[in-house]
């Protein structure tokens, strides 16, 4: 076999991430790597930190990226959080939700879930039912966006519920965080974690996380120590925290160099602005691909602007349909997961894939490839009634 370097195609992403990554993010990671304590690199992990202070709207001191995936901020705040024998109530409508089960089952917390039907947000009267029932429960976890449904909860209830019951709260922004409102501390989330390749458009591999005071001194009272010395964020502290820096382990130090030009991209465009983006995007694809005839899963209202969940029609073969738009488009949508398998396609609209150029090269491959296999769609409708949504929203 004969190797040669790695060429990957161009695509078009707006699958449930990696989202497609601009060039300035992707120029950032080529530049030369320096060491993880040079005081070039250290001032630079300062300003991420303020960064990711500004898109999660937070002043918690213990903010950071994770060095590793969403899923690594999953586990770096159930780790820290949960001790063996603590019991969470997880609220579970959909992939994730299951996984922050498995966390606190594997870490030796004992889990109450908290079920909605997946394709439906977490229902809070269920929530304030679980803790009247469990009056020991130390936690509440939740999915903010269920990148599996393209649900949305309410987090502010959900945590003011939790709160009034004296929980702390661990909460899934993974696919929000720069693409729908995020009010870290004016919803007084406790842990919270997210991900670099959803609306941040940064490549995958870095799990941005934000711990308050509250959080950060029940992992000071623990009894035990945390089960991950990888994860332990006493140990990780003394390499992000003020002050001497200490090696803990070497920082993916190009990766960070991504996540700090994505983050300045943002504040370049706003908060508020990239939300109203994301918002204004889905409502265009929304009208087209109502024009065409398809149905969301997700009722009005509880949809997310950034990951969008159409039922596949009538005598459509799912997997053909992405395979399709792959081959001939590039472009990447994402199939359903668990139950909803071959029953939706979820269309991402996050980061910088959020553009009226990629809602109108989506509209018009699913027209043509949706026309060629015969679907009973509309066909020749969709673009117009996207354009007609744009200019009006
Ligand atoms: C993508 C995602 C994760 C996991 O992130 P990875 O980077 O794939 O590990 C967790 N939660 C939600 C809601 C996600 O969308």
């Known amino acids: 076999m004969k190797v040669t370097s790695f060429t990957p195609p161009v695509r078009t992403l707006m699958g449930p991430g990696p989202s497609d990554v601009p060039a300035r993010v992707l120029a950032a990671m080529a530049r030369p790597t320096i060491g993880h304590l040079d005081p070039a690199f250290v001032s630079m992990m300062d300003e991420i930190k303020h960064l990711l202070q500004y898109a999660f709207q937070t002043k918690n001191a213990l903010t950071i990226p994770v060095s590793a995936p969403g899923s690594a901020g999953m586990e770096a705040c159930f780790a820290n959080l949960v001790e063996p024998g603590d019991k969470v109530i997880v609220c579970v409508n959909g992939v994730f939700g299951v996984r922050m089960q498995e966390n606190v089952e594997r870490g030796g917390g004992v889990a109450v879930t908290v079920e909605d039907a997946w394709g439906e947000p977490v229902d809070p009267d269920k929530l304030e039912v679980a803790l009247r029932t469990n009056r020991d429960a130390k936690i509440v976890a939740f999915v903010h966006a269920e990148t599996s449904t393209g649900v949305q909860s309410d987090a502010k209830t959900l945590v003011e519920i939790a709160h009034r019951h004296g929980c702390l709260t661990i909460v899934d922004a993974v696919t929000s965080l720069g693409g729908s409102p995020l009010a870290v501390d004016e919803w007084s989330l406790d842990a919270v974690y997210a991900g670099s390749q959803k609306c941040l458009s940064c490549a995958p591999g870095l ?63 706003g908060l508020e602005n990239a939300w109203a983006r994301h918002r204004r995007m889905h409502l265009a694809l929304r009208a087209g691909i109502e024009a065409m005839g398809l149905k969301f899963l997700v009722r009005e209202g509880a949809r997310l602007p950034q990951l969008n969940a159409v039922l596949v029609p009538e005598g459509v073969d799912e997997a053909q349909l992405r395979q399709r738009l792959l081959e001939e488009y590039h472009l990447e949508i994402g199939a359903g997961l668990g139950a909803l398998a071959g029953k939706i396609i979820r269309i991402g609209l996050m980061g910088h894939s959020a553009s009226m150029k990629n809602v109108m090269y989506c509209l018009g491959a699913l027209e043509s490839v949706l026309g060629e296999m015969r679907a009973p769609v509309q066909t020749g409708v969709a673009m117009n009634a996207a354009q007609n949504a744009a200019v009006l929203n």
Do not use: C
């Open 207 to 269: 799990a941005p996380v934000s711990f308050n005071e509250r959080a950060v001194e029940r992992i000071k009272a623990r009894k035990t120590k945390v089960q991950s010395w990888f994860l332990d964020l006493n140990l990780v502290m003394g390499y992000w925290g003020g002050g001497k820096r200490a090696y803990h382990h070497t920082a993916p130090i190009n990766a960070l160099y991504g996540l700090h030009e994505a983050l300045v991209m943002l504040r370049e465009e």
